[in-house]
């Protein structure tokens, strides 16, 4: 048993193996994360976001939590660093993508120039269904927006500057798309008319409220700060009964959502959307359900990832 | 980018010397080896096909017509190796396989075969006359290699032609589609206008345009991907043969 004898760290390239850095008189209950800062200190260019570091050069990253004591190392550890390159804040990413859809619909809507014909400008669409459209797409994103400021607790703080490039052409070049043709002077409204748009708002809202209600109880699990990871338990509130059947009811409300959005709008763009993003929430429950089956031994077994008893 | 179909550079016939991977099974090589034999044998008939009717015409014009349902034929089969892909028999990405054979059949449906006026074009022989030469060497590469005898002439000649071969049958692909573009237009091919009931318009001219500005970061890619095999399959023989 280690007493309480400072160490030191010696921090290594993962590819080059270079010794980068070097650390003397470190506690040994300093954790991965305060060893991050020294070595950013050293190092400014990579800030401690960026840094991964491991046991093993090929290994997986070790948590900010870990402490280095409790780590399977000598009173010199050996680190080894990657660079995970520039990094942004989840927050950061989730503000821009959604923000984007949110005004790029409005623009549509509003007809600002060079959209449509120059007759058209800034003109309204004669359509009530449109202008419901509108309210709903809108509503959807304030949502994510307060959402993301005020409800999710992330885990990672940030990820690759590039997603925020491939996540924003995602969301606002669909957003694009779908406003283009329901905004549209051309634009026909749904087939089955008033009844059709009714369904369609039913379905819309109680999957908004039924998401938003899953979002809070996912937040009450987890403590303000802390990463710890909990399973997710039906509450008081019927909207997290889905909880028995389900292990990422978020995604099955998001599809309701899309669902409910395509049926008031009859178009075939939002019904592509609504497809790919059904795919891309299917893959992302499937290794959510994965992780949740091998971290808890009595996980529910009647639970499905995202769809009951089919998916 | 169609012109010499790629495949990737690990095919189960890989000519790398590490095997370290489970080939497919005995029944899995035998149909494989068939299929490749039958393809090789189906690109020789096009290629014979276009000689003769060369030398029975006189010229290079209009000999598609000559060899235009083998062509559907055979190119259209080789939607199979997407398959092959996805059942595991070849360890290629499912993916790439796709994105390549699906480009060649558009092509050969959606622009050649759906436009008749460029059907007479010499851009058309342009490119069948590279996919023709790419494939019989392929596909002869692929047999051989399932067989555990291939000829260095034959690894030589498909790291080697698609120098020549690849832009040639890209220059014939991108000439083939602006040619189509003026009677795309003209008669709406393909294309759904504004008003109607899903909300949906298409205009296939414009996608044919944004399809030919996309061998702009396409083809450097996978033409120089298919340079670097190069360096590493041939390279291989080269150092051999030098003493130090």
């Known amino acids: 048993i280690k007493h309480n004898k400072k160490r030191q760290v010696e921090i290594l390239d993962a590819k080059t193996k270079d010794k980068l850095c070097f650390l003397d008189k470190v506690e040994p209950n300093a954790t991965i994360g305060e060893i991050k800062s020294m070595f950013h200190k050293s190092h400014p260019q990579w800030y401690p976001a960026r840094q991964s570091i491991r046991l093993d050069p090929k290994g997986k990253s070790l948590k900010d939590e870990d402490v280095l004591q409790h780590l399977p190392v000598g009173t010199t550890a050996t680190f080894y660093f990657r660079d995970l390159g520039a990094q942004i804040s989840w927050v950061t990413v989730f503000l821009t993508e959604y923000a984007g859809p949110l005004l790029i619909y409005l623009m549509f809507y509003f007809r600002v120039p060079f959209i449509y014909a120059p007759k058209y400008d800034f003109t309204t669409s004669k359509h009530w269904v449109v202008h419901l459209a509108c309210m709903c797409h809108s509503f959807h994103y304030v949502k994510r927006l307060l959402e993301t400021l005020f409800v999710h607790r992330f885990s990672h703080g940030t990820m690759p500057l590039r997603n925020i490039f491939k996540n924003c052409t995602y969301y606002w070049g669909f957003a694009a798309w779908m406003a283009y043709y329901i905004n549209h002077p051309l634009y026909t409204p749904p087939t089955y008319g008033e009844q059709q748009i009714r369904l369609a708002l039913t379905v819309f809202l109680f999957c908004q409220i039924g998401n938003f209600s899953i979002h809070i109880a996912l937040r009450n699990l987890r403590p303000p700060g802390s990463k710890t990871r909990k399973i997710p338990y039906p509450t008081k509130n019927p909207f997290t009964w889905i909880f028995l059947l389900v292990s990422c009811p978020n995604y099955t409300y998001e599809l309701g959502s899309w669902l409910g959005f395509t049926l008031m709008t009859q178009c075939l763009p939002v019904a592509f959307f609504t497809l790919v993003g059904f795919i891309q929430m299917t893959v992302w429950a499937k290794g959510k359900h994965r992780s949740y089956l091998k971290e808890f031994r009595d996980y529910p077994t009647l639970r499905s990832p995202i769809l009951p008893f089919i998916l | ?244």
């Open chain 2, 1 to 244: 980018m169609s012109a010499p179909a790629m495949g990737t550079s690990k095919t189960a016939h890989s000519d790398s010397s590490n095997k370290k991977k489970k080939g497919p099974g005995t029944l899995a090589t035998a149909y494989l080896v068939i299929y490749n034999v039958v393809m090789t044998a189906g690109w020789l008939v096009i290629a014979v096909g276009l000689v003769r009717a060369y030398l029975a015409r006189g010229s290079y014009h209009g000999l598609y017509y000559s060899i235009e349902k083998p062509l559907k034929f055979f190119q259209t089969g080789a939607l199979l190796e997407i398959l092959h892909c996805a059942v595991g028999i070849v360890p290629s990405s499912v993916v790439l396989t796709g994105f390549q054979v699906m480009s060649r059949v558009f092509l050969t449906w959606a622009v050649t075969h759906s436009v008749r006026e460029v059907q007479s074009e010499d851009s058309v022989l342009l490119f069948v006359v590279a996919w023709t030469v790419t494939e019989i060497i392929r596909y002869s590469f692929y047999t051989f290699s399932l067989l555990n005898h291939l000829p260095y002439l034959i690894k030589w000649a498909r790291y080697t032609f698609f120098i020549v071969l690849y832009p040639m049958g890209v220059a014939g692909e991108l000439l083939t589609i602006y040619a189509a573009l003026p009677y795309v237009q003209k008669t709406g091919l393909y294309s759904i206008t504004l008003p109607n009931k899903y909300n949906f318009s298409f205009d296939y001219h414009t996608f044919l345009i944004l399809v030919m500005v996309s061998y702009i970061p396409l083809f450097p890619q996978l033409y120089f991907h298919m340079m670097r095999q190069r360096k590493k399959v041939l390279g291989h023989v080269e150092e051999y043969s030098k003493v130090e």
